[in-house]
Structures are given as C-alpha cells and as structure tokens.
C-alpha cells in the first residue's frame, strides 16, 4: 500500500524490460568475452539449439497459461520419436506414416493428460508427472533401450535440409511459433484459454467449458512435443528413448523466463520466444566460455528460479 | 422467453438440520428496482443462487410470468435471460474490456476459429455507449477502478440480452462517488424495461433508487415495503423485526489507552482517524460489507499495513508480520477459523499451546507435562467439550474450536485479543460461553477490540461500539447509548450520527 504509486510502474518496467535487458547484457557480455560470438556459424548454431525447446516450449505456453503445467512433455518428445521411427521402420520407410504416427502419439499423451486431469480431479501437476516416468517406461520397452538408427535421408532432410540460409529445423521453429501465437492470442479458443487460466470459476460461471478447454491446451502441448519428437529424430536419423527428459524442465523454464505466470491467465507466445532465446544464449554462452554441460544445467536450474522469483516480485 | 415477470415461489432449501429457506416467494418485474434485503444468515444469498440455478431448492419452484419453470444450472438462467454480478469480481484483469465483456461469451462474434477482433470491440463499444459508459475497449480491464470493473460485469452480463439482472452487493467495495454512478446505471437499465433485483446492506441506496423491497428474516419472507412507504424506519423495523434487546448493564472498565491508533486511513482514500483501546475495555467495530471495520482487525493482526500510527502503552509500534503482533502480546483470532485460525488435524492440545511453545520448551524440547496441564486447564474453565485434549481440533463443534482459539491466546498470556466475527456459525449456549469467556478476560485487565455485524453480540458484551461507514468510524455510542436501530441506521448510511466519545 505504501508504495502503492510507485511501485506500480517499477513492477510494470520489471514485468516488460526484465527478459531484454537480461538478453541485451548477455549479448554484449559474450561478445566482449568470446570474438566467436558474433559469427553467421554461431547464430546458426543458436538457432539450431533453441528449435526443439522452442516448438515444445509454445505447446507449454498454452498448458500454462490455461493454469495447468505439463511434466510429461519430455517424455512425450522421446515417445513421439521412437513411435515415428517404430512406424517408418514397419511401413518400409514411408516417411508420411512415421510422422503421423508420431504426432498422433504426442496428441495421444496430451489428450490423456488432460483427460485425466479433468475427469479425474488430478492436479496437472501430478498427472503428467506420472505421465512423464511412464512415457520414459514405454519408449525404453519400446525400444529395448537402443536407439532406432538408419532412419531414411530423405526424413532427415526435413530437419537438415537448408532453405534460404537456414537449417530446416529452424524453420520449422519460426512456424510453429507464428501457429502458436495465431491460435493464443487470436482465436476464440486462445481467449477462453486465457480466462480459465485466469479464473476458472468466473469461466464456468460464464458459461466456457473449461474441460474442454483444458483437454485442449493439453493435447496442444502434445503435438509440439509430438513435433519435436519427430524433429529430433530426424536431426539425427535416428530415434532415442532416452534425452527428452530436459525438455521437461527446460520447456517450463523458457515459458516461466518469458515472464508468462505460473498460476494462468496471464502470457503471449512472444515472452515465450524471449524465454527460448535467454536459454539458447546462456547455453551457447557457456559452451563457448569452455564450462562443461554439467555445469550448464546448474546455470540454467538458477535461472529457472531467478525467473520464477521476479515474477514474484512482479506481483506485489 | 421474454417474461414481463420473474420469481420464486414456495422456496424451502435446507443444508443438513439447517433450514435456510422457509416458503420463501419473491418476485420482480421488469421495469422495476426491487431490492432484497435482511441481515446476515437471513437466507439472501441462498436465495440468490437458487434464483440464478446454482443451487435447487428442495421445494417450491421458479416461475417466468408464473409458469413454474426448473433451472438445471447457472447456464439455464442465462439461457431464461436472468444474468448475474457476484459480489466478487468476476473479470479477468489480464484481458482487456472487449474480450472481457464480447471475446469470452458463449458465440463471440468468429471466422472459423479465429475471433473477429474489430466485429467485438465494435459490440462491446456500442454496447458500453447504450449503457451510457465512456471506458476504452482496448484497455486492460486489470487497469480499471472498482466502479469500472464492476461497469464491465454489468455490461457483460446484458451482452447476452438478459432481461433480468440480479446484482449482488454492487456497492459494497465502491467509493460512495463510484457508488452514484453505478446507481445511476440502474436507473437507466430500469428505464429502458430491465427488472434489478438488487441485493444489499446500504438501505440509503435502497430508499434512493428501489422500487419494492422484499425482506427476509431468519429464512422467511418478512414483507414487501413498496416505494409509497419506503423509509429508513421502516426498512429497519421490518429487516429488525423485533423489539429493540433489553439495555444490559454497563459494566465499568478502565480509562487508560493501552492501544492508540492516530490518524489512520482504512483505505488511501477515505478519511483518517483516531481511536484508542483502553485497559479492559471490550471495543467493537461493526459496518457493513467494504465499510473499513475490518481493517483495524487484520491490522492489529500484523496482517496488513495499518496506513497510520499505533502506540501500545504510549509507545509507537509498527507490526510488519503476525509474530509482531504475537511478540506483543496482541491475539488475532480470524473470522475464517478453520481455515486460517486452527490446524484441523493436530490434537486440541497442540492447538491451545501453538502460541505458548516457547514457554514450554526447553532446549527445543517441548515439556508435553506441562503442554497437557495448560490444555486440561483451559479445557475445565472454558468449557471445552472434546473426547480427550488429545482429540483432532478438526472433530469439534464451531462453538469449542473458537473456545481453543480463545484459549490458545489466553495460554499465551496476551494483553489483547483480536476478533473477527467472534461468534459466526457458532450455536446459542457456545455463544454465551465465548461472551463470557470474553468478558471475563476484559474484567481480569486485558482488553478486547473485535468486529462484528451481529447487533445483539455488539450490545450484549462491548463496552463502546464504533460504527464504520464509507471507510471511517461514523460515530462512536457508548455502551448505554446504543440501540439495534441506531447501529443499523448509522451504518446503512440512512443517518448520519455525529460521534460522540
């Protein structure tokens, strides 16, 4: 109250200038530190590094702001990719039916989080934290806890392949934040999405289906993870079980650094691409600066909850 | 579908034994303000939710131009043309004024599934213009003052061309300027053939804007007052409905302030005062909904900034957190005792120490002898009924967790007690008991200062009550000089009392 006044524009300067700033510092810092920072390879590599977490990261940004989380998305990336490379190996390579089956396996994963979130009164929470562990379970059977390699070069040309200068994993980023950010904050569905997220009474009261809502939020966040299951496979022609995990933490991280809240109703797909950018760049930063990917992940984890602590802040 | 009328009839609603609706009828034309009105528990709000579908009634039935009709839900209602403002806003802060009141209704104005975004700012601006509202469409409702936000619900609300329109306690967080307003707002949706069932405590508001009231009291229908001889007095003879409670004995208390609170603002806007608490005094504040009592409470409590001085014992303090106040010696005991006051699953006993653990202890260690003995204690003088002192707190009735409550302060040996609502949910002989209870603490020199809105409690057991209004005490009866009539007339804003000490 006593700061009422001023701490209102403070708080708003906080809320927008946070992530740029934080990025601008960044950049500058590396530039001084690394002369490789600033060369066409490396922002290619930037780019390359971010793509995945970035498709996985606008599926989360519709689960969060819907005022739910979604754990399993790691799970769900490595699940996507290892059922798509399942399928291209039963159906003698046909590349369409791997990646239908692929991204029918990550809506699959969503539509049951949120089916059981919904119908069962289990907090998202713990829903797709189960989720999580069995999508690693299923993947590891699946798979006998090889990788499915020699997936053909003509799938492995969607992620690699170059168009106007840039990887096509790359491309596909951009597109599914452009899809991301038309179905958020355009659509009828996007402002429903915003309102349960907000108050899901008032939503109820006002007549939304909020289930139906949630349902969809999450099996929007299962084709992203069912897209970058797919990507990732082809990056590498080949399907891993396991290596999806981070994208739990890291997709959630990017959405919480956005500055889109934890508690719902309050986000864009763009704090989201700000978020995805920050991690890329303290991630291609410390590998510059020769810090060991160990200690990477320490960096990120302090991050996470620095970002998670300033929108504290944003809220007095 | 477009009924001239809208009502209930025969209405009886229970919860368990509780028979909170008795052959409650009501009804409300269009064209028309009618206001329903009663004290707290008289059965207004259950009334409410059966009106709008949220809950049924276990008898009796809707009627839309006397045909009995059945809601199955809140979206029924809306389907019959009866919207609803909750007291609480209902708005997302995050969306801006036309996605709040046009993007989140059930058939926005959409190609395929994008939304339409010219086509609904355009309804939410013409709808907001026929409503006589100047607020920029584009704006984040989060932006808006309280008379705003509560424009946009209403505005919301007639997007789906509700002819009947029930509001819930509009004003009760409004400035009185914002009030006027949003009054005015109904006068114009009255004019152009919309029936207002306005639910409220502020009969000034009442006697300026309402047709009809229906009274209810205890659950059962206590009149109609028509415009023709709608008064102040006769609104609260007949929400009273009883003659004004026999005049106890004041009993003397000391004259030394041991809290002084100078020149504090329940809110940045309204007006500051002074007030103090003196050695064995029982003080109580009272007001309606959004009047500011409640704010001297929480304040007490370390819970919110108090917006002014405070001295304990002619020494200024300032309480940031509870364990503050806890340090001084002040008990807060909160109106939602189950759950913020008592934790519901830990023994009696453990509940009545909470507060005094650091007397018990050694080392860290608890003295468990010495915790029993305290809680047997209390358990024999304040007539705590429990299984055992070992029984979960959670397994007793209102009246005996409020006695723990009171008993984990007295354990402390706190100089002040702090009450909200000291006796809500509470049954009759526990009620006496915390009186008494209460009364016995103030006559042994500590000194109580609780908010309540049940009449009868304030003049059975408060030395001086001070009644809030808009925000500051609007006058200060001593003991002797209260009535039921008075209190209501002061704190309904339908007399304006100068403040005696």
Redesign the interface.
């Known amino acids: 109250m006593r700061l009422a006044l001023r701490s209102r524009s403070t708080a708003e300067w906080i809320d927008v200038g946070f992530v740029p700033v934080i990025l601008l510092v960044l950049v500058v810092a590396l530039a001084i530190l690394s002369p490789y920072f600033f060369s066409p390879r490396n922002f290619t590599e930037i780019l390359l590094q971010a793509a995945i977490l970035g498709i996985v990261s606008v599926g989360t940004t519709f689960v969060i702001v819907g005022g739910d989380l979604d754990l399993s998305i790691g799970a769900n990336v490595a699940l996507s990719g290892v059922i798509c490379g399942l399928a291209m190996n039963a159906s003698h390579n046909s590349i369409p039916i791997g990646i239908a089956a692929g991204l029918g396996c990550g809506v699959l994963i969503g539509l049951i989080n949120g089916l059981i979130s919904t119908r069962l009164h289990v907090p998202a929470f713990v829903a797709t934290l189960g989720m999580l562990v069995i999508g690693q379970g299923v993947a590891l059977t699946l798979t006998n806890g090889s990788s499915i390699a020699n997936l053909p070069d003509a799938f492995g040309a969607l992620a690699n392949g170059n168009f106007l200068g840039l990887p096509g994993l790359v491309w596909w980023m951009f597109l599914t934040f452009v899809a991301g950010y038309l179905l958020l904050h355009r659509t009828v569905y996007g402002i429903r999405t915003f309102a349960v997220g907000g108050n899901r009474e008032a939503a109820r009261l006002a007549g939304i289906r909020v289930d139906s809502v949630r349902v969809a939020n999450f099996a929007v966040s299962g084709l992203t993870g069912g897209i970058g299951g797919v990507l990732l496979a082809a990056r590498v022609q080949a399907a891993q079980p396991t290596g999806g995990e981070i994208f739990t933490l890291y997709a959630t991280a990017a959405v919480i650094l956005g500055g889109t809240s934890l508690y719902g109703g309050r986000g864009s797909i763009l704090r989201t691409l700000l978020g995805v950018a920050l991690i890329a760049l303290l991630q291609n930063g410390l590998e510059l600066l020769g810090v060991p990917y160990s200690n990477q992940q320490v960096a990120v984890g302090i991050v996470f909850i620095i970002a998670a602590s300033s929108e504290l802040i944003r809220r007095r | 579908m477009n009924a001239r009328r809208f009502g209930a009839t025969g209405i009886v609603k229970r919860f368990g034994p509780v028979v909170a609706l008795n052959d409650v009828s009501f009804a409300c034309e269009r064209g028309e303000i009618h206001a329903l009105l009663g004290e707290n528990g008289a059965g207004k709000s259950t009334l409410v939710k059966i009106l709008v579908g949220a809950q049924a009634p276990d008898a009796g039935t809707l009627t839309f131009d006397d045909v009995a009709v059945k809601l199955r839900g ?2 029924d209602a ?1 389907e019959r043309s009866v919207a609803v403002v ?1 007291q609480d806003y ?6 801006t004024v036309a ?1 709040n009141i046009i ?4 058939r ?1 104005p ?1 190609r395929g ?3 339409r ?1 010219r086509a609904m700012r355009r309804e939410a601006h013409d709808l907001l213009e026929r409503l006589g509202i100047a607020i920029d469409v584009d704006r984040k409702v989060g932006d808006l003052d309280a008379a705003e936000k509560k424009f946009v619900e209403i505005a ?1 609300a007639l997007a789906v061309d509700a002819a009947f329109l029930i509001l819930d306690e509009p004003t009760a967080s409004l400035e009185s300027r914002e009030s006027d307003r949003l009054l005015a707002l109904l006068e114009r949706l009255r004019a152009a053939d919309h029936g207002i069932i306005l639910v409220t405590h502020r009969l000034e508001e009442v006697v300026r804007v309402a047709d009809r009231a229906t009274i209810l009291r205890d659950g059962r229908n206590a009149g109609v007052v028509s415009r023709d001889v709608m008064t102040g007095d006769v609104l609260v003879e007949a929400i009273l409905g009883r003659a004004p409670a026999e005049p106890v004995e004041p009993r003397a208390c000391g004259v030394t302030p041991v809290l002084a609170f100078r020149g504090v603002r329940t809110r ?1 806007e309204a007006k500051p005062f002074d007030l103090e608490l003196r050695g064995g005094e029982i003080l109580g504040l009272t007001g309606v909904v959004g009047s500011g009592a409640v704010h001297l409470i929480r304040a007490l409590a370390g819970l ?2 108090l ?1 002014g001085t405070l001295a304990l014992d002619g020494t200024p303090i300032v309480l940031r957190a509870p364990g503050d106040a806890v340090r001084r010696g002040i008990g807060y005991i909160p109106e939602d005792r189950k759950g913020s006051g008592l934790a519901l699953e830990q023994s009696v006993a453990n509940n009545i120490a909470l507060a005094s653990l650091h007397r018990i202890s050694k080392n860290g260690f608890t003295d468990t002898r010495a915790r029993t003995a305290i809680a047997e204690g209390y358990r024999a003088s304040l007539a705590i009924r429990c299984a055992s002192i070992e029984a979960p707190v959670g397994s007793l009735s209102g009246g005996n967790q409020q006695k723990v409550l009171i008993a984990r302060w007295l354990a402390s040996g706190a100089r002040i007690i702090a009450i909200e609502e000291p006796t809500h949910g509470v049954d009759i002989g526990a009620k006496a008991e915390i009186h008494r209870q209460l009364v016995a603490f103030a006559e042994a020199g500590g000194s109580v200062i609780f908010m309540s809105t049940e009449l009868r409690e304030l003049l059975a057991i408060a030395h001086r009550i001070v009644i809030f209004h808009a925000g500051a005490p609007e006058a200060i009866l001593p003991h002797h000089e209260a009535t039921e009539n008075r209190i209501t007339g002061i704190a309904t804003g339908l007399s304006k009392a100068t403040a005696a000490a």
Do not use: D, Y
Request: proline share 19%; net charge neutral.
């Open positions: 809140p979206q809306v909750h209902h708005v997302w802060p995050e969306l996605e993007g989140t209704l059930r926005p959409q599934a994008f939304i975004t919301r940045p919110v900034p917006n």
